[in-house]
């Protein structure tokens, strides 16, 4: 059964008439305002999608920087924290560009102050790609109280919310690396 915008409203979220998408989104049900449905939380996951794209692009903008370029400092901070090393051609591999991009793309990140290279610490040959601290305090600067609005979202929950949650973004994750894009080219049995 589909829901209502006041369904929407029994679950705490807040959304106007003009921009649930009820109407845009193609299906007709009677409205229920006790239940939220599938249509629903699809359509409030494709506002939040809409919304993480725009805050990433205000981002790149602020920091001077292509969208390339700003994944590339999400996997250096991520094998940092996670106490890894990442070669140019790891990071290459990441990115799914080819290693002479993945040098320019470095070369214009370390001519910012934003990554630097170092001597790999076991392997004499091969170099690593690190953040400065510059770079990380201007992410944090730029990104952090968006962070911590995200986590109160999340630390308001209930435990059984969380594990729903976890469970629906998990599901969505499959779904989606499992997504067929070249289906439309093949016959239908």
Do not use: C
């Amino acid at each position: 059964m589909r829901s209502s915008p006041d369904a929407l409203s029994n679950y705490g979220v807040r959304v106007s008439s003009s921009s649930t998408g009820f109407d845009s989104s193609g299906y007709w049900y009677e409205p229920d305002a006790t239940r939220i449905g599938s249509v629903d939380v699809l359509n409030l996951l494709r506002r939040y999608r809409a919304a993480d794209q725009e805050m990433r692009r205000r981002t790149r903008d602020s920091m001077g920087m292509g969208e390339t370029d700003l994944l590339a400092l999400r996997y250096v901070f991520r094998a940092e924290r996670e106490g890894s090393v990442l070669t140019p051609g790891m990071l290459a591999k990441q990115l799914g560009i080819s290693t002479a991009s993945t040098t320019v793309l470095i070369d214009r990140l370390e001519r910012s102050g934003h990554l630097a290279r170092r001597p790999h610490p076991t392997d004499r040959r091969s170099l690593v790609v690190v953040s400065t601290t510059d770079s990380d305090a201007e992410v944090r600067k730029t990104l952090g109280r968006m962070h911590r609005a995200m986590i109160d979202v999340a630390d308001a929950l209930e435990p059984q919310e969380l594990v729903a949650v976890a469970r629906f973004l998990s599901g969505m994750i499959e779904a989606v690396e499992l997504a067929d894009v070249d289906a439309h080219e093949q016959p239908v049995a």
